[in-house]
C-alpha cells in the first residue's frame, strides 16, 4: 500500500492532524478523498482531523449533551467511510459529510430523555448573587432548551445557518430542499425561538 | 413593491441581504422592519450562544474511536465475506452428495362427485345381478347370472352361497331378520 502521506502535498499531514486540521488544502483534500477510495484508512484519520470538530459541534449542537454527540460524530465518520466510494465530487465533500452527519442526527432516537429535560434542570434556580459567567451559561442554557423544541427540520436549518456559516444554498443541499423553503423554515424557527424565550421568561 | 416583505425577505434582510425593493419598503413600513428587527435579535441571541468547548485530548480519542469503529466494520465484512462463499459451497456439497433431487411426481387426486342420483330401480344393473346371484344361489333362479360374475359364484361354497342369498333377501344367515 503506497503511503497517504506520500501522497498529499509536503508538510500536510502534520499539520492536518492537532486541533481543526486547518492546514487541509483543496488538492490535499482531493488527494485524501481518492486515497481513501482505494481503501487508505490514514487518508481518511486526515478528513476526520480535517472535519472532526465542526461534525462534532453539529452534533452537540443537536442532542446537547458530549456523550451523544460522541457517538453520533463517529458513526457520522463511519458512514462516510463506508460511501466513500460513491462520493463523485458533485457536491463539496464537507456538504456530503455535512449531510451525513445530520442525516444521523435526525434518525437519533436512542436519547435516553428528551434533550429539554436536561437543559431544563439548569434553568431551575439562576442564583441573584450569581456572576456574569453563570448568568451567560443560564442564558445559553435557556437558549439551547428552546433551539431544541423546534421541529426537526426548523432546527436543522437553524443550526446549519447560524452555528456553521453556510449559505442557504448550503444548507438547501445538504438538506435536500430548496433555498426557498430553508428561508422559510429559519423564518419560522426565529419566529419560534422569539415566543419561547418570551414565554421562558413569563414563566420565571 | 406592493404589500408587506415575504417571509424570505425578512430573512435575507436579516442576514444581511436582500435587494434594493426590499430595503426601500422596510425602510418604510414599520410593520416589516419590526419583523426583519425580531430576526435579527434572534440571529443575534443565538449567535452568543456557546457550546462547551471539548478539552484538547478530546480530538485524538474521536479520531481513535473512529479508526477503531473502521477497524470493527472491516472484521464484520470480512467475515461476511468468508462465511458467505463458504455457505454455499457447503451447500453445494451437500446437493452432490445426496444426488440430484427429483420432484416427487404429482399424483392427482381422484376427483369424486359430493353426490350422485342412483338410477331408477328398472335401469339399475346392480338389482339385478344381485337378485340373479341371490336366486340361484337357492336354485329358484332362472335368471341368468352375468357372465362376468360366474367365476366368483362358482368359487363359493354351498354354505356360503346359501347365506349370501340369505343376506340379500334381507335375513342373516340362520334367523329371520
Given amino acids: ?204 | 413593491m406592493t404589500g408587506h416583505l415575504s417571509e424570505e425577505s425578512v430573512v435575507e434582510m436579516a442576514s444581511g441581504e436582500g435587494d434594493p425593493a426590499a430595503r426601500e419598503h422596510a425602510a418604510s413600513c414599520p410593520e416589516c422592519s419590526g419583523r426583519v428587527h425580531d430576526c435579527r435579535a434572534s440571529l443575534a441571541l443565538l449567535q452568543q450562544t456557546e457550546i462547551p468547548e471539548p478539552a484538547p485530548l478530546y480530538w485524538e480519542s474521536l479520531r481513535s474511536g473512529v479508526r477503531q469503529k473502521i477497524a470493527e466494520d472491516k472484521r464484520r465484512v470480512s467475515a461476511w465475506t468468508l462465511l458467505v462463499p463458504l455457505a454455499a459451497a457447503a451447500a453445494l456439497v451437500l446437493v452432490i452428495w445426496n444426488g440430484p433431487t427429483k420432484p416427487a411426481p404429482v399424483v392427482a387426486a381422484p376427483s369424486l362427485p359430493a353426490w350422485s342420483p342412483l338410477p331408477a330401480a328398472e335401469d339399475d344393473e346392480g338389482l339385478r345381478v344381485l337378485e340373479g346371484v341371490a336366486l340361484s344361489a337357492e336354485g329358484e333362479a332362472d335368471l341368468e347370472a352375468p357372465a362376468g360374475l360366474a367365476p366368483y359364484l362358482a368359487g363359493l361354497s354351498e354354505e356360503e352361497s346359501r347365506a349370501l342369498a340369505e343376506t340379500l333377501r334381507g335375513r342373516g344367515p340362520g334367523g329371520e331378520s
Avoid at chain 1, 28 to 51: H, K, P, Q, S, T
Avoid at chain 1, 57 to 72: I, P, S, T
Avoid at chain 1, 86 to 99: N, V
Fill in chain 1, 1 to 204: 500500500m503506497t503511503s497517504t502521506a506520500l501522497a498529499l502535498p509536503l508538510g500536510f499531514a502534520s499539520s492536518a492532524v492537532p486541533g481543526d486540521g486547518a492546514g487541509l488544502e483543496r488538492d490535499a483534500e482531493r488527494a485524501a478523498i481518492a486515497a481513501c477510495r482505494r481503501g487508505e484508512r490514514e487518508a481518511f484519520d486526515l478528513l476526520v482531523a480535517r472535519y472532526q470538530r465542526p461534525i462534532y459541534r453539529l452534533c452537540y449542537r443537536y442532542v446537547n449533551n458530549h456523550d451523544d454527540a460522541n457517538d453520533l460524530a463517529q458513526e457520522a465518520f463511519l458512514k462516510a467511510w463506508r460511501a466513500i466510494s460513491s462520493f463523485r465530487g458533485e457536491s463539496a465533500f464537507s456538504t456530503w459529510l455535512y449531510r451525513i452527519a445530520v442525516n444521523a442526527c435526525l434518525n437519533h432516537r436512542a436519547l435516553r430523555r428528551p434533550v429539554t429535560q436536561e437543559l431544563e434542570e439548569g434553568l431551575a434556580d439562576p442564583n441573584p448573587g450569581a456572576d456574569a459567567a453563570v448568568a451567560r451559561d443560564h442564558e445559553a442554557r435557556r437558549v439551547r432548551a428552546a433551539v431544541s423544541r423546534l421541529p426537526e427540520r426548523q432546527r436543522a436549518t437553524l443550526i446549519l445557518k447560524v452555528y456553521h456559516d453556510l449559505t442557504h444554498a448550503e444548507v438547501a443541499e445538504i438538506l435536500g430542499s430548496t433555498v426557498g423553503t430553508v428561508k422559510a423554515n429559519l423564518f419560522h424557527a426565529l419566529a419560534n425561538l422569539k415566543r419561547q424565550m418570551q414565554s421562558g421568561e413569563s414563566r420565571t
